[in-house]
């Protein structure tokens, strides 16, 4: 009942910078937090970051100082500002939100956005 749809993906050069959207319909009242996650080809769809109404905010190691997750209530919108981008950060961005706890673990993710890709040239 929630739906997220992201944009904001595109080819950037290595070093530089993007920002991802993340349009949230729907039940958006039910969702205890929202995140991105990113899965590059042949691997694992992995956590990059996330934000909890009650928790603040979560990175993935690799990504920690260099990208930012923001929310912006009025426009159900959340947000990952992505600096210093590198090769390996080349992925489809996913967002994601989950209705309860504050981990974000795949499996406690209870929506999906269709992704957006994301592709650093080095």
């Known amino acids: 009942q929630v739906y997220l749809v992201e944009s904001g993906g595109g080819l950037v050069q290595a070093g530089g910078s993007l920002r991802l959207s993340c349009a949230a319909s729907g039940r958006t009242f039910s969702s205890s937090g929202m995140g991105w996650f990113r899965q590059a080809p042949g691997k694992e769809r992995d956590f990059v970051a996330g934000?909890?109404?009650?928790?603040?905010?979560q990175y993935a190691d690799s990504v920690k100082g260099r990208f930012t997750i923001s929310r912006d209530n009025a426009k159900n919108t959340v947000y990952l500002e992505m600096n210093s981008l590198k090769s390996e950060d080349t992925a489809v961005y996913y967002c994601?939100?989950?209705?309860?706890?504050?981990?974000?673990?795949?499996?406690?993710?209870?929506?999906w956005g269709q992704g957006t890709q994301v592709t650093v040239s080095s």
């Open positions: 994601a939100a989950k209705t309860r706890g504050r981990n974000w673990y795949q499996n406690q993710v209870d929506y």
């Open positions: 934000i909890t109404w009650i928790h603040g905010t």
